[in-house]
């Protein structure tokens, strides 16, 4: 019996875990295979993802003697992101491709349970599942509000009482030989988890199969400078604004990168130019975030960001929102000049955090986090 323990489920339930090959979902599988729960797997792939999580699904696969059906979903992603001018967020069309595959599979496959490798780190998805259900619960309803779920099949999230700490020491202590991509993920500076390097385009900037693929490769060589530094690092396009974490070696990424055959425009990462305090933030924004359409996109996945639910009230580049406990403020004050005005009566976050929260969201460093007095 494992040292990790997960809810029981009902011993004629045919479960199908998606496993992406990253450490949340091994971490899940390991434990499933270990608290003697049946299931298979269903891993998805495509032309401009990592190959690392798919080799490490399928050694992973072959070791616990797991059934591992992969889809290509190449076909679908060109569908989606190059037909049109695609300015939002990729991952959610992402999900929804893999989400809804994984449903039609599960039904024609007669599977009763879905599980997914979520993990208690993830506050955005924990703050959808609350606010979908009213509370959190190991099986639920909850999966993708693009997606019909049937009635005959439920969700399962084993792990939402463990962190990221705990999924990658589970995984070590049982596969060492287990890598990483070490890129940033879509969630900077809060935990680690891989990811896609299609979600590192600049909101704004339209999808072509050159970028994709470029994304890729130029992605896949800041995992490799990554690994060697033990840190994660990652590279935006076409900005080619580079993030690492810890902050401090985006220009030697850079050099990483330029030395491995990489043909960059940009001479050095953007330098520190900001101060850390509460609560007014003092941005200039990207070229390719100017348009208003960008703007509202950006700020809602800021507010996202921060936990709160609602809707922003946009007014040409002014945007509001307000509730029980916080108000903001998003005032356009030049071109490419913007400030937000975060108010509440207790402090909500701490300052690191919004300032992390600004690069993740932002893509810029030329901010300010200033003290701001009503």
Not at 120 to 148: M, P
Not at 249 to 256: G, K, P, T
């Amino acid at each position: 019996m494992s040292d990790y323990q997960i809810p029981s489920i009902h011993k004629g339930s045919k479960v199908l875990l998606q496993l992406s090959g990253g450490k949340d979902s091994i971490a899940c599988m390991i434990l499933l295979k270990e608290n003697n729960i049946k299931f298979d797997a269903i891993h998805f792939t495509h032309d401009y993802c990592y190959s690392l999580p798919t080799s490490m699904a399928k050694k992973a696969c072959d070791i616990l003697g797991v059934q591992l059906n992969i889809v290509d979903i190449s076909n679908e992603i060109d569908n989606t992101f190059l037909n049109h001018r695609f300015i939002e967020r990729p991952c959610r069309h992402c999900k929804g491709i893999m989400d809804r595959i994984t449903v039609d599979f599960a039904t024609v496959n007669d599977y009763s349970v879905i599980c997914v490798g979520d993990i208690k780190d993830d506050k955005t998805l924990i703050n959808r599942i609350v606010n979908a259900e009213g509370n959190l619960k190991y099986f639920s309803r909850y999966f993708n509000k693009s997606v019909s779920l049937p009635d005959s099949i439920s969700i399962y999230r084993p792990l939402l009482k463990y962190d990221s700490e705990q999924t990658e020491r589970l995984v070590l202590s049982r596969f060492p030989w287990f890598k990483r991509v070490n890129d940033t993920g879509d969630k900077y500076f809060e935990y680690s988890r891989e990811g896609c390097p299609l979600q590192f385009k600049d909101y704004g900037a339209a999808y072509t199969k050159d970028m994709m693929y470029k994304l890729k490769h130029l992605n896949t060589l800041c995992g490799e400078y990554a690994s060697l530094m033990g840190i994660r690092a990652s590279i935006h396009l076409p900005s080619e604004f580079i993030i690492t974490i810890p902050k401090g070696y985006e220009d030697e990424c850079r050099r990483y990168l330029l030395t491995h055959g990489a043909n960059l425009q940009s001479i050095s990462s953007e330098h520190k130019d900001y101060t850390v305090n509460r609560i007014m933030i003092d941005l200039n924004l990207n070229n390719s975030m100017r348009d208003t359409d960008i703007i509202k996109i950006v700020c809602d996945r800021f507010i996202e960001r921060l936990g709160i639910t609602g809707d922003i009230e946009f007014y040409d580049k002014n945007g509001h929102i307000s509730n029980d406990f916080v108000t903001i403020d998003f005032v356009s004050v030049n071109i490419g000049g913007f400030l937000i005005f975060i108010t509440s009566q207790k402090l909500l976050w701490k300052p690191l955090f919004i300032e992390n929260l600004c690069i993740e969201i932002f893509h810029t460093k030329k901010f300010k986090v200033l003290n701001y007095q009503i």
